[in-house]
T-cell receptor, first 113, second 114 residues
Framework: KNQVEQSPQSLIILEGKNCTLQCNYTVSPFSNLRWYKQDTGRGPVSLTIMTFSENTKSNGRYTATLDADTKQSSLHITASQLSDSASYICVVSATGNTGKLIFGQGTTLQVKP | KAGVTQTPRYLIKTRGQQVTLSCSPISGHRSVSWYQQTPGQGLQFLFEYFSETQRNKGNFPGRFSGRQFSNSRSEMNVSTLELGDSALYLC?????????????FGEGSRLTVL
């Protein structure tokens, strides 16, 4: 069964600290993995998209990694800011005849001053 | 460049009624996909339209339907509303089909069913 699991479910950190969010997937055949940031009451915004051959991709203070062998991805946030408070959603794209996007439940991050 | 526009942003309906939501994609984007987001289920894929044809469909009952017009604008309709249909409905547009392309989401239409 195609699944995407994210951990932790929620996280509280102090402003300026780093954090890492995890995403494990059992999706086959794999096409790409995406990370989205969703502010409360807003639509998700794309942070990164990685294909099978990409190990690391950065977008400002956000760095995503992908290990296609272990089917794990992480999103590292450096020097967190209050504006990083949001939900972070991992999405995996499956190809093939029944190709679809499989969404994780998200990690809710709260950055406190 | 204008983003994805969804209307209405908020609406309240009662059980048994129907609702139509609208989505205007980014200019030049041919794919429009729809998603339902609830606190318990997270984001769930409803369907995708590409060049006016439904290309992919999620596991939702036939009460949920959609269409895409020649200008790529899309509408989704939910008939015979149930309490469980209360959710944030998001649409996303993409240059290419959703599985391959970057998705640009609108702000969503928040539906409350009483």
């Amino acid at each position: 069964k195609n699944q995407v699991e994210q951990s932790p479910q929620s996280l509280i950190i102090l402003e300026g600290k780093n954090c890492t969010l995890q995403c494990n997937y059992t999706v086959s055949p794999f096409s790409n993995l995406r990370w989205y940031k969703q502010d409360t009451g807003r639509g998700p915004v794309s942070l990164t998209i990685m294909t099978f051959s990409e190990n690391t991709k950065s977008n400002g203070r956000y760095t995503a990694t992908l290990d296609a062998d272990t089917k794990q991805s992480s999103l590292h946030i450096t020097a967190s800011q209050l504006s990083d408070s949001a939900s972070y959603i991992c999405v995996v794209s499956a190809t093939g005849n029944t190709g679809k996007l499989i969404f994780g439940q998200g990690t809710t991050l709260q950055v406190k001053p | 460049k204008a983003g994805v526009t969804q209307t209405p942003r908020y609406l309240i309906k009662t059980r048994g009624q129907q609702v139509t939501l609208s989505c205007s994609p980014i200019s030049g984007h041919r794919s429009v996909s729809w998603y339902q987001q609830t606190p318990g289920q997270g984001l769930q894929f409803l369907f995708e339209y590409f060049s006016e044809t439904q290309r992919n469909k999620g596991n939702f009952p036939g009460r949920f339907s959609g269409r895409q017009f020649s200008n790529s604008r899309s509408e989704m309709n939910v008939s015979t509303l149930e309490l469980g249909d209360s959710a944030l409905y998001l649409c996303a547009s993409s240059l290419v089909k959703q599985l391959a392309g970057e998705l640009f989401f609108g702000e969503g239409s928040r539906l409350t069913v009483l």
